[in-house]
């Protein structure tokens, strides 16, 4: 059974806060994700890794950072949080051309 | 630029009855679209996908239709189960590498007994 895990599934931070949300998948994926969701504007894409130590930037990137020093693991990190950070989060893996297997979500919460 | 678009956001269906979601798309280039279902607090879990090659996908109460010149695709669930109410997404694939998927804002399914 596919799996891929996250960390965490509810974070609360302070404003200014360092934040890290690991992903990890076992099924040996080569491409990985990182989407935030918000009510009525879907998910949007993040950051994306084709490969180990490979990043691409997605729609919205600014304010993140990711980390792909091995290929079971995608980090997303959030620099100095802020309040407009507060979202759910979800990471995604793939194999080629297929569909994307999700993750249960972070919802983090920035004061 | 919303690239896919799902100008529905809340569709309410009595139990047994069809559920039709739509998808709209403007990029001709995407070659593969993908629904997908969430529940809350959960992550999307994928349902149906269709190729830009065949304009119809069965599986089981599922079938997913796909209009090219109107860009153009649909959802359709039946019968309705409570067990369905979900946030349908709609998403794309374009072509090169790393499968980058675009999603549409979501549906909001309630299925009604």
């Known amino acids: 059974d596919v799996k891929v895990t996250q960390s965490s599934r509810y974070l609360v931070k302070r404003t200014g806060e360092k934040v890290f949300l690991e992903c990890v998948q076992d099924m040996d994926h080569e491409n990985m994700f990182w989407y935030r969701q918000d009510p009525g504007l879907g998910l949007r894409l993040i950051y994306f890794?084709?490969?180990?130590?490979?990043?691409e930037k997605g729609d919205i990137p600014e304010g993140y950072s990711v980390s792909r020093e091995k290929k079971e693991r995608f980090s997303l990190i959030l620099e100095s949080a802020s309040t407009n950070q507060t979202s759910m989060y979800l990471c995604a893996s793939s194999s080629g051309h297929n569909e994307q297997f999700f993750g249960p979500g972070t919802r983090l919460t920035v004061l | 630029d919303q690239q896919v678009k799902q100008n529905s956001p809340s569709l309410s269906v009595q139990e047994g009855r069809i559920s039709i979601l739509n998808c709209d798309y403007t990029?001709?280039?995407?070659?593969?679209f993908l629904w997908y279902k969430k529940y809350p607090a959960e992550g999307p879990t994928f349902l149906i996908s269709i190729s830009s090659i065949k304009d119809k996908n069965e599986d089981g109460r599922f079938t997913v239709f796909l209009n090219k010149s109107a860009k153009h695709l649909s959802l359709h669930i039946v019968p309705s189960q409570p067990g369905d109410s979900a946030v349908y997404f709609c998403a794309a694939i374009g072509p090169g590498g790393g499968n980058k998927l675009t999603f549409g804002t979501g549906t909001q399914l309630k299925v009604e007994l």
């Open positions: 890794s084709y490969d180990v130590k490979m990043k």
């Open positions: 990029n001709s280039m995407f070659d593969y």
